[in-house]
T-cell receptor
């Protein structure tokens, strides 16, 4: 079974530029998550989708971050414009469904963003 | 608000030692608790998931316990090896995954 795919793996941009990340979850997984992991910290949930609907985006900085999952499969996360403090690893995860008993999440390799 | 704390932040042990990593959480109303491993520059690999009705899970040299009433979980690693060197993260699942900050483990040959 293929895992969660993310691209690109690395990205370096200058502040005020825009950047987009892509995630393809495990086939059949209804729930998709985007996390931000700043160096030395645990991942922080940015947004959670159930199929193509947003379940939780309470910690997404909506003035500069946006995410979509139009067809309920793959997803993109965009930052526009980027700030220095956005430098982090952006992790995508998926799970079968939000109401499942285990709700075990499977993570992709992440995209390491450096903002100069 | 759920808060997850991991102690110690970093740990260095000689190869072959048994060790325990600690995780505490403030709200016992959780569904499950999950332990992950993260290698430098990589994503998260799930190690063990303990459902709220369980008290422990074992996989190879790893054993994770869960005590909901006291808000604690431990990850026990037996006979540590240099390949175990990584950051270990615990996360509680109560609707969403809330992570601790991780314990960076170094196993010296």
């Amino acid at each position: 079974e293929a895992g969660v795919a993310q691209s690109p793996r690395y990205k370096i941009i200058e502040k005020r530029q825009s950047v987009a990340f892509w995630c393809n979850p495990i086939s059949g997984h209804a729930t998709l998550y985007w996390y931000q992991q700043i160096l030395g910290q645990g991942p922080k949930l940015l947004i959670q989708f159930q199929n193509n609907g947003v379940v939780d985006d309470s910690q997404l900085p909506k003035d500069r971050f946006s995410a979509e999952r139009l067809k309920g499969v793959d997803s993109t996360l965009k930052i526009q414009p980027a700030k220095l403090e956005d430098s982090a690893v952006y992790l995508c995860a998926s799970s079968l469904q939000i109401t499942s008993g285990s709700n075990e999440q499977f993570f992709g390799p992440g995209t390491r963003l450096t903002v100069l | 608000k759920q808060e997850v704390t991991q102690i110690p932040a970093a740990l260095s042990v000689p190869e072959g030692e048994n060790l325990v990593l600690n995780c505490s959480f403030t709200d016992s109303a959780i569904y499950n608790l999950q332990w992950f491993r993260q290698d430098p520059g990589k994503g998260l690999t799930s190690l063990l998931l303990i459902q709220s009705s369980q008290r422990e899970q074992t996989s190879g040299r790893l054993n994770a316990s869960l005590d909901k009433s006291s808000g604690r979980s431990t990850l026990y690693i037996a006979a540590s090896q240099p390949g175990d060197s990584a950051t270990y993260l615990c996360a509680v699942i109560g609707g969403k995954l809330i992570f601790g900050q991780g314990t960076e483990l170094s196993v010296k040959p």
